[in-house]
């Protein structure tokens, strides 16, 4: 894990400067460009770089979120530092194609996080969607990598992982499961009348039952799972 000016983790976008780019990817960035930036899940922004030194281009970070709201959101629930520290941990060693990771670091004590990843678009990647003619097709992929994923790991050492926060079994991870329990009954009143009844049916079993299905994710063998397979997470490389 790369080390930061005076252990200072970037917050916002002015804090990208050349300077901090310089001390993490180890060349001489005398100019940075922030092409695009917007606010989600974590905060996102594309930047370019100005820089004799063989670096890309562009590249592709997230940071904190941009409004306190969902700051205090992704703090709660720990989801940054969690993916900060799986690419810095394995970043370099996963067995399917992730993008490329220049930097990543967190902090536990105040959950802040950054990381500095290759620029999808650049490398000529898209991103699907369930409109997609082939999306079938990327489904089924999606599934023979997840099983790559998890073979590797199975039964292995994760010492260095934590335990999603509302998988923890103490009184914050029951606050926040029960917070997730939430989002469903929200998700179920407002679009079960537009889906399957396969919908209806599986988002009522979690909201009455999220306690005892937290249990269960704490047994068994262990293994690395992405854990939020959603079709935005995902990217096609025609390569």
């Known amino acids: 894990m790369s080390s930061v000016p005076n252990n200072r983790i970037p917050e916002n976008t002015d804090e990208l400067t050349p300077d901090w780019f310089s001390e993490i990817l180890g060349a001489d960035i005398s100019a940075v460009e922030v092409v695009d930036a917007h606010t989600g899940t974590t905060g996102r922004a594309k930047v370019r ?23 205090e959101f992704v703090r709660m629930v720990g989801m940054g530092v969690s993916e900060a520290r799986l690419y810095a941990s394995v970043g370099d060693e996963l067995p399917v194609r992730i993008p490329r990771v220049w930097h990543a670091d967190f902090d536990e004590t105040d959950d802040s996080f950054i ?38 790991y199975w039964d292995s050492d994760l010492s260095w992982l934590k335990a999603p926060a509302g998988m923890r ?26 889906l399957p009844p396969a919908f209806r049916e599986l988002g009522e079993f979690y909201i009455d039952r999220f306690g005892d299905i937290n249990v269960l994710y704490r047994e068994g063998v262990r293994t690395l799972v992405l854990g939020d397979t959603h079709i935005g997470n995902m990217f096609i490389d025609p390569g």
């Open 169 to 194: 079994n103490d009184k914050q991870g029951a606050k926040v499961a029960s917070r997730a329990a939430g989002f469903m009954q929200s998700a179920v009143d407002q679009f079960a009348d537009d």
């Open 49 to 71: 770089l100005t820089s004799t030194a063989d670096v890309p281009e562009t590249l592709f970070l997230k940071l904190h979120p941009f409004t306190p709201e969902q700051r």
């Open 115 to 152: 990381m500095v990843l290759e620029d999808l678009d650049a490398a000529g990647c898209r991103f699907t969607s369930a409109e997609d003619d082939d999306v079938l097709d990327i489904a089924n992929s999606v599934m023979d990598e997840l099983a790559v994923l998890h073979a590797a």
